[in-house]
């Protein structure tokens, strides 16, 4: 049997539930498992800076508006 090209180089932590329920086992869980990143929110704040979000908003006039989408013909089969 051939080697495949792209092996996981860990396994996946144990997971409780199933379909849409599933999730990590929290007590089979290590802090070597997470993906802490104690500068997330200051990367956040640089990526992400209030006032870009604000000016986007406010560029656009008040009065203007986004035209409806039509709608959909159910009976189109």
């Not at 144990?14 to 329920?21: A, F, I, K, R």
């Not at 990526?47 to 508006?65: G, I, K, R």
């Amino acid at each position: 049997m051939t080697k495949q090209r792209n092996q996981p180089t860990a396994p996946a932590p144990p997971t409780l539930g199933e379909g849409c329920l599933a999730r990590y086992d929290p007590a089979a869980l290590a802090d070597t498992d997470g993906t802490e990143f104690p500068g997330a929110a200051e990367l956040w704040q640089q990526l992400n800076p209030p006032d870009a979000a604000s000016a986007q908003a406010s560029a656009a006039p008040a009065e203007t508006q986004i035209p409806a989408h039509p709608p959909t013909d159910r009976n189109s089969r």
